[in-house]
């Protein structure tokens, strides 16, 4: 984590009146690797993944595509970007060669926090 911060203790209890006030630490500890992801069809290295966050449902629907339908995965994401009116909805148009890679490279879509709750609980507990 970032440590350049002027003033370290103010930070810290900041964080801890926050965290005092809303359960903060309590409510990330429990989404921490809550993702739940759906996905039909093999995610192979030439697949376009059209990835679909519902951050309400914490949940990740995995939509693969095979090299030839690259023109219609594109075309879905920019139409369902264009559309969007929901909020907490997020849409990546995505390659990889397997759901682990695709986890690797974007972890934010997986929602493991876990390093992140790690530093905040022990900068917060001390």
């Known amino acids: 984590m970032n440590n350049d911060v002027?003033?370290?203790p103010s930070a810290i209890?900041?964080?801890r009146s926050l965290d005092a006030e809303l359960h903060v630490l309590e409510?990330?500890?429990?989404?921490?690797d809550s993702m739940f992801v759906t996905y039909q069809g093999e995610i192979d290295r030439s697949s376009?993944?059209?990835?679909t966050v519902d951050l309400g449902v914490q949940?990740?629907?995995i939509e693969v595509f095979s090299p030839e339908d690259e023109v219609s995965a594109a075309d879905k994401y920019t139409?369902?970007?264009?559309?969007?009116?929901a909020p907490g909805i997020i849409y990546l148009l995505?390659?990889?060669?397997s759901?682990?890679?695709l986890r690797f490279a974007y972890p934010n879509y997986s929602s493991d926090i876990s390093k992140f709750v790690e530093w905040l609980t022990e900068t917060i507990n001390g």
Do not use: Y
């Open 27 to 32: 409510e990330l500890t429990a989404a921490s």
């Open 99 to 101: 759901l682990k890679d």
């Open 48 to 51: 376009s993944c059209l990835l």
């Open 79 to 85: 139409k369902l970007e264009t559309d969007k009116e």
């Open 13 to 15: 209890a900041e964080l």
């Open 94 to 97: 995505a390659r990889a060669g």
């Open 59 to 61: 949940q990740v629907d």
């Open 6 to 8: 002027d003033d370290m």
